[in-house]
């Protein structure tokens, strides 16, 4: 609720004697306590961090989807007016880039080198995996397998050439083996059985559908332990490949990364060559697209794999969507309720679900093509225009993974000096910051429409070649050509609208567990602050309490760079207790403090660090989402389970400040430069606490941070849980953070302090890749937009509302407001405008009695149900309607009402 309605609740009473009467109900009065609660609870839902992402386009999507359309379409046209040849396999130029023996040479040794290091990483990913920390952030092997090797290794093998056929460390090792083993004597490594032809490559297509469960469906893909598990699992079965058919074999069937990178390599101006008369290889330069010319076609498990491809990718997008959001949850609605396996079924099921849907529109397109073109046989269609399909695949990987990769990439700086976690600087790179400002929110949607567009147009182009190569009549091939470029425009459609759609979470990270009235044992290891110190200490046996709230708190990143953990978490309840309780000497007390912190302090039970919920970990590389670290921490308290948003807002488990931070203010404190609050400032002769204005504190605060670092400074009760290093590393980034923004202020967003001057200050929007909010989530509240009641009427034992809201219209640059009824809004504008109508009843004496939000009808009005919720009196009933959940400009309607046995219609 915005600061005048809670000032209504708090003051304000009735205005007139105005009212709408309802039947007789009965409802108990809430506590102060659960007053301020309910209230909190309607203004900030009881999350770490808000959820939900999403930006404004510059122009409506429609306009999107149909200009790339016919962009498409176009494009088709223009080719099948003036392109006039149609060059084979072998009938593209070529230039032998290792034509001088110099080249050579250096290009064996930089081979060399590129093998060796390729298995130092393969290496190195294993034993960071085993022994370095589980923290994916401060771990290389998250990073290296799913940033720099998955994603931007087959941006390189598209735009550049297949790297991994001369760095592949599986052959590498197995071949070498192999050479030394015949050195010895022996005939050679394996069985050397021949391929079965029938196989082809859907060992690799099996492969690849694996490797996109792992990265889309199961639960955390991105722990360290897990990847190293896989690696050895990976690298056992392709060592059993290769022994069992040969390495040549193997790679070009089964090993699924030579045949994905050897796929989006046939995009690449380069090729691997043999020269006629030494037989030496080369690389030849070539244009792009010409090495998916081939004059054979694709074998059937190739256009499976092909499809899987395309699928795998926009189903990573789809799974951030409302709709499947929407479907998901009627599905595990159905299924027997087995926990995490549920979603785990739903997703697999999905991810089979589309790549059939994408595997049968082609087969159905190519039997339309055969049957337009007279061409014998669907399935020679089908073979034979699959790899026409690759540069649209390379274009859903640019559109969904560009940003992730310049972004998250950057996480390989720091972690090459320190790639175990262990607090090493190797390379005297630890110390780096990732800038995620390096792109922004536009350049993500240009770039992902451009690269959808160029993709389609170069795949309309290799279409169209390939058809004149294999059918007779220049009109046979124009003919074969409709039916599929009219399967890229609905390519283009779906990937786009996918891209365009707002993220949603599948999980909130601080939702209150149900609870049951009759006493709770709170385990003996639960900690609880000793009032005084602070110092944390086990509860014990005997202890009891009435509600249990289990939080899952997200580990996002402060202003300074340094991450939350359990210490940061663990300090906001011990400074509570620290400050609230008067000594002898006053040095650790203030009231302000004291009187705030009083609720927690008299029904706080114990604070339990359960771990980090790896099973709530989300990695979706197509929407710029790496690892959410969910810490989960329960709550013991002594209050009555009331509403689960109001009862989560008690003591949640999360600070806004790091504790260095606070550690720093309390030294301020304890040695008379300042005071927390104002009337202790007063009372004591000395300035109030400012990190921003006071140049001369901010001189002895820094003074302070600098020996501090030096001493690798913690509190005595923090020392179980901040080590000396770790301590020596906050401090340097709290130092760092005042030289370059001139202030104290370190907080974890969303907005950051740039600048300030007399009564005004400059708010800058913070990033980082570890909020769930991601890139241009906030631009949706640039144009704040609100709602208004129009009507009410009574409906038996409630309320019954009209509202408009204000809608966007825009056209390039400019924009303009309109205020629409609900009922005449576009659906799609009206699911994005996510209008609420939150209220608050007041008794005769002013006090709040009930809050809720109202019951969206179908015939969008809103429901407000007092039936047995309040005994019979006046009431004022304050409404407002949020719109895209920004409730601060919301325009408040206050209905006085009567509960009573006649009804009665209002009257204002």
């Known amino acids: 609720m915005t600061q005048a309605l809670i000032a209504s609740l708090l003051h304000g009473g009735p205005e007139n004697n105005e009212a709408v009467r309802f039947g007789h109900v009965k409802r108990p009065a809430f506590t102060f306590a659960a007053v301020v609660a309910g209230v909190c609870s309607l203004a900030f839902p009881a999350h770490a961090h808000g959820f939900g992402q999403r930006y404004d386009l510059p122009l409506p999507l429609s306009l999107y989807l149909f200009g790339t359309a016919a962009a498409v379409v176009l494009s088709f046209v223009i080719v099948g007016l003036f392109a006039r040849h149609a060059p084979g396999a072998s009938g593209y130029p070529r230039i032998d880039l290792l034509a001088h023996r110099l080249r050579r040479q250096i290009a064996r040794a930089l081979g060399t080198f590129l093998k ?9 990913t294993v034993i960071a995996g085993f022994y370095g920390s589980q923290n994916p952030y401060q771990n290389i092997a998250p990073t290296l397998v799913w940033v720099i090797w998955w994603v931007g290794l087959a941006v390189f093998s598209a735009f550049f050439g297949d790297l991994w056929v001369l760095i592949n460390p599986w052959r590498t090792l197995f071949d070498w083996a192999d050479r030394l083993y015949r050195t010895g004597g022996g005939r050679g490594l394996g069985l ?29 893909p991105a722990v360290p332990a897990n990847i190293a598990w896989l690696a050895l699992f990976y690298s056992l079965l392709t060592w059993a490949g290769m022994a069992a058919f040969g390495s040549e074999a193997w790679v070009k069937h089964g090993e699924v990364f030579s045949v994905f990178f050897g796929a989006f390599a046939r995009f690449a101006p380069t090729e691997p060559s043999i020269r006629d008369r030494s037989g030496e290889h080369g690389l030849a330069l070539r244009p792009f697209g010409a090495g998916l010319l081939a004059n054979e076609p694709a074998s059937t498990s190739m256009v499976a794999f092909v499809l899987l491809v395309l699928s795998s990718v926009l189903y990573d997008g789809l799974l951030s969507t409302p709709e499947w959001a929407e479907v998901e949850r009627q599905l595990l609605g159905v299924l027997p309720g087995l926990g995490e396996a549920d979603s785990i079924i739903v997703r697999t099921i999905g991810l089979v679900a589309f790549w059939a849907l994408f595997f049968g529109a082609y087969v159905a397109v190519s039997a339309v093509m055969s049957m337009v073109a007279a061409f ?44 175990f976690g262990y607090g090493w600087n190797l390379f005297d790179t630890a110390g780096y910051r990732v800038d995620i400002a390096v792109v922004g929110a536009r350049f993500a949607w240009y770039t992902a429409v451009t690269s959808i567009v160029l993709g389609h147009i170069a795949a309309v182009y290799l279409a169209d070649v390939r058809a004149h190569q294999i059918l007779e009549t220049r009109g046979a091939a124009l003919r074969s050509q409709v039916p599929l470029t009219a399967l890229m425009v609905v390519y283009t459609f779906v990937s786009l609208s996918i891209l365009a759609e707002p993220i949603v979470e599948r999980r909130v990270p601080a939702q ?5 009235p009759e006493a709770l044992t709170v ?30 708190v997200l580990g996002s990143v402060f202003h300074d760079g340094t991450r939350a953990t359990f210490a940061d978490l663990l300090y906001a309840y011990m400074f509570a207790y620290r400050w609230a309780v008067r000594g002898e000497a006053d040095s650790h007390y203030d009231p302000v403090i004291a009187a705030a912190t009083a609720p927690l302090r008299q ?47 008690f003591a949640p488990p999360w600070s806004t400040l790091p504790w260095h931070l606070l550690v720093l203010m309390e030294e301020a404190v304890s040695r008379d430069w300042a005071a927390f609050s104002q009337a202790e400032a007063a009372r004591r002769g000395i300035e109030w606490l400012d990190l921003v204005r006071s140049d001369t504190l901010k001189a002895r605060l820094a003074a302070l941070t ?27 980034a709290m130092a760092a953070f005042y030289r370059d923004h001139g202030h104290f202020l370190v907080t974890n967003g969303p907005y950051q302090l740039k600048s300030w001057a007399g009564d005004s200050a400059t708010l800058q929007a913070f990033r980082d890749l570890s909020y769930p909010l991601g890139v241009g989530s906030y631009d949706a509240y640039a144009i ?125």
């Open 116 to 124: 060796l290091f390729s298995i130092s990483l393969l290496v190195l």
């Open 192 to 220: 050397r059985w021949p391929y079965p032809e029938a196989l082809a490559v859907w060992p690799a297509f099996a492969l690849l559908f694996a490797v996109s469960w792992t990265e889309l469906v199961f639960p955390s």
């Open 376 to 419: 014998h046989s669907p399935w020679e269609i089908a073979r034979n225009f699959a790899f026409t399909l690759v540069p649209i695949a390379i274009a859903y990987h640019l559109a969904h993974y560009l940003v992730y990769l310049l972004t998250q990439g950057q996480y390989i700086v720091p972690l090459a000096s320190d790639p």
């Open 512 to 516: 209150p567990t149900a609870t049951v």
């Open 523 to 552: 385990p003996e290891d639960a900690l609880i602050p000793e009032p005084g110190t602070g110092r944390l200490r086990p509860v014990g046996a005997g202890r009891f309490a009435t509600l249990k709230l289990t939080y899952r």
């Open 603 to 649: 029904r706080l039970a114990g604070v339990r660090v359960a771990g980090v919920d790896t099973a709530s970990k989300s990695f979706r590389v197509g929407d710029v989402n790496f690892v959410r670290e969910l810490v989960v921490v329960d709550v013991y308290a002594n209050i009555s389970p009331e509403d689960a948003e109001q009862d989560a807002v």
């Open 706 to 732: 600098d020996q501090f670092e030096q001493e690798g400074f913690r509190p005595e009760i923090l020392r179980s849980q901040v080590s000396a290093e770790e301590a020596r590393k906050r401090w340097a």
């Open 784 to 908: 704040p937009r609100r709602g208004y009641v129009t009507k009410v009427e009574s409906d038996g034992g409630g309320l019954r509302l009209s509202a408009d809201i204000e809608i966007l219209e825009r056209f390039m640059r400019d924009y303009r407001i309109l205020r629409r009824p609900m009922q005449s809004v576009d659906a799609v504008l009206l699911k994005r405008a996510a209008p609420e109508c939150r209220y608050v009843v007041l008794n005769a004496d002013g006090r709040v009695v009930l809050t809720g939000a109202a019951r969206l009808r179908e015939d969008l009005m809103f429901q407000i149900e007092f039936d047995g919720k309040l005994p019979p009196n006046r009431y004022d009933v304050m409404v407002e309607i949020v719109v895209n959940g920004d409730a601060m400009l919301a325009q408040i309607e206050r209905i006085p009402v009567v509960i009573g046995a006649s009804p009665a219609s209002p009257s204002h």
